[in-house]
């Protein structure tokens, strides 16, 4: 799949997954391609380590990913994107230095290769996961009390729209796990449908969001009603 993509692009496309096939190459780790599209010389990747894993609960695991997002006309991302297996979606790791670039594709910087060897060393090499695996397993067991409240001020703040809004509420309501981790599961749930209609970049930020909420941020105020 890397490879299609490969014959595909030309000039600093062709170079940046060059760059990135060298390195997932020499991590000394079977990697997967999740994810490869091209579209008129934009292009999405996601790649996973199904060997480097922890369970989060019983059953649910998660793996080392990577991902890499490359739009000619505006900017380039890399960053560490663990992949939760059970539900089949992504939440994205920026909280340090290293896990995560983006640039001017017009304007790569002198030091890119330098930022990229180091996105995907982090996204693989164990202590990200093992570090974002805490998180999640923090958030099983934290209940609720008002989850509709939750979504309503990430709906206020400008972090999800109307339809997210909706969609995350009856993934939540379906799934019936009033904790925080069933809140972040119905957020990332909602990335499927933005890759289905190659919305990547949309689909990217509904991950984040799922990272962030998992690590504790967005929480509504307390004892303050929150309006839309």
Same mark, same amino acid.
């Given at each position: 799949?890397?490879?299609?993509?490969?014959?595909?692009?030309?000039?600093?496309?062709?170079?940046?997954?060059?760059?990135?096939?060298?390195?997932?190459?020499?991590?000394?780790?079977?990697?997967?391609?999740?994810h490869?599209?091209?579209?008129?010389?934009?292009?999405?990747?996601?790649?996973?380590?199904?060997?480097?894993?922890?369970?989060?609960?019983?059953?649910?695991?998660?793996?080392a990913?990577?991902?890499?997002?490359?739009?000619?006309?505006?900017?380039?991302q890399?960053?560490?994107r663990?992949?939760?297996?059970?539900?089949?979606?992504?939440? !994205?790791?920026? =909280?340090?230095? /290293?896990?995560? @670039?983006?640039?001017?594709?017009? &304007? %790569? *910087?002198? +030091?890119?290769?330098?930022?990229?060897?180091?996105?995907?060393?982090?996204?693989?090499?164990?202590?990200?996961?093992?570090?974002?695996?805490?998180?999640?397993?923090?958030?099983v067991?934290?209940?609720?009390?008002?989850?509709?409240?939750?979504?309503?001020?990430?709906?206020?703040?400008?972090?999800?729209?109307?339809?997210?809004?909706?969609g995350?509420?009856?993934?939540?309501?379906?799934a019936?796990?009033?904790?925080?981790?069933?809140?972040?599961?119905?957020?990332?749930?909602?990335?499927?449908?933005?890759?289905?209609?190659?919305?990547?970049?949309?689909? !990217?930020?509904? =991950?984040r969001? /799922?990272?962030? @909420?998992?690590?504790?941020?967005? &929480? %509504? *105020?307390? +004892?303050?009603p929150?309006?839309?």
């Open positions: 799949m890397l490879s299609q993509l490969r014959s595909r692009a030309t000039g600093f496309a062709r170079d940046l997954l060059d760059e990135t096939a060298a390195r997932l190459g020499g991590i000394g780790r079977a990697v997967e391609i999740e490869a599209v091209w579209d008129d010389g934009e292009f999405h990747l996601t790649a996973i380590a199904p060997t480097i894993a922890n369970e989060v609960r019983e059953g649910d695991y998660v793996y990913g990577f991902f890499l997002d490359h739009n000619p006309a505006q900017a380039t890399a960053g560490v663990i992949y939760r297996v059970a539900c089949q979606n992504g939440m !994205l790791a920026d =909280e340090a230095e /290293g896990q995560q @670039i983006e640039f001017a594709s017009a &304007q %790569p *910087p002198p +030091g890119w290769k330098y930022e990229l060897s180091e996105v995907i060393a982090q996204s693989f090499e164990g202590g990200c996961l093992d570090e974002q695996t805490k998180r999640l397993r923090a958030t067991d934290e209940m609720l009390t008002s989850p509709f409240e939750f979504l309503i001020h990430l709906a206020a703040q400008g972090l999800i729209d109307d339809d997210e809004h909706s995350i509420q009856r993934e939540f309501e379906r019936g796990d009033y904790t925080l981790y069933g809140l972040v599961n119905a957020v990332t749930a909602v990335a499927h449908g933005h890759r289905s209609a190659s919305d990547w970049q949309r689909a !990217l930020g509904i =991950e969001l /799922g990272g962030e @909420i998992a690590g504790g941020d967005h &929480q %509504p *105020p307390i +004892g303050s929150v309006f839309g």
